[in-house]
């Protein structure tokens, strides 16, 4: 079983798994949690010190000191974006991470409704990856409403369409700041097909 089209290719091209049968299920998001929230925030705002009118950049990784989940690329972002940006961080941060200032750090957080306020909160949502197999935090942005801007990283590509995520070539900062300035306006149409229920009804028909 893969979780992406690219991982089934790839099982599929391996000597030791292509005499398998192999198929794809994406993953799902917890819908319970993950889903459009109204209202303006302003709590999480003033929390985060983000000023009122600033468009809202979000960044969620597991694992900031990890090259290829590509936290290298925030303060460079930072740096050429400009001021009418707030750029907020979601990770655990280790005694190895540089923090840069101008950019807002939350740590790890568990609290998935928190975490789902913060996605109904951001205006885009970075995936800025050398490579993944699938990618959670683009399921719950979607859910919850919010568009994604993602390097190409392999199985993201292949895994959601090009009205759900927009897709950059890797480390291209300037294609990258183009696209966010041109889609931090838009609220996407969040009834995907990447919730938790309808990955579960395909389990059920293939078992």
Not at 103 to 111: A, K, L, S, V
Request: hydrophobic share 40%.
């Amino acid at each position: 079983m893969a979780v992406s089209p690219w991982l089934e290719e790839n099982a599929k091209n391996s000597f030791l798994l292509s005499k398998f049968q192999t198929t794809t299920i994406l993953n799902g998001g917890n819908e319970k949690f993950f889903r459009r929230i109204d209202g303006d925030f302003s709590n999480l705002r003033d929390e985060f010190g983000i000023p009122k009118n600033n468009k809202i950049i979000l960044f969620v990784c597991p694992r900031l000191n990890d090259p290829i989940k590509g936290y290298q690329f925030i303060p460079k972002l930072r740096n050429n974006i400009g001021d009418a940006y707030s750029i907020v961080v979601v990770g655990k941060i280790t005694h190895d991470i540089t923090l840069f200032n101008g950019i807002i750090y939350t740590n790890e957080i568990r609290d998935k409704n928190k975490l789902a306020s913060i996605y109904n909160m951001a205006d885009i949502t970075l995936v800025l990856s050398e490579r993944e197999t699938f990618c959670m935090p683009i399921v719950e942005s979607l859910l919850c409403g919010t568009g994604v801007i993602s390097f190409k990283c392999f199985g993201p590509d292949h895994a959601f369409k090009r009205n759900e995520v927009i897709f950059i070539d890797y480390g291209d900062l300037n294609q990258l700041i183009q696209q966010i300035k041109i889609n931090t306006y838009n609220v996407i149409d969040n009834k995907t097909n990447h919730t938790s229920k309808f990955m579960c009804e395909k389990y059920f028909i293939l078992y």
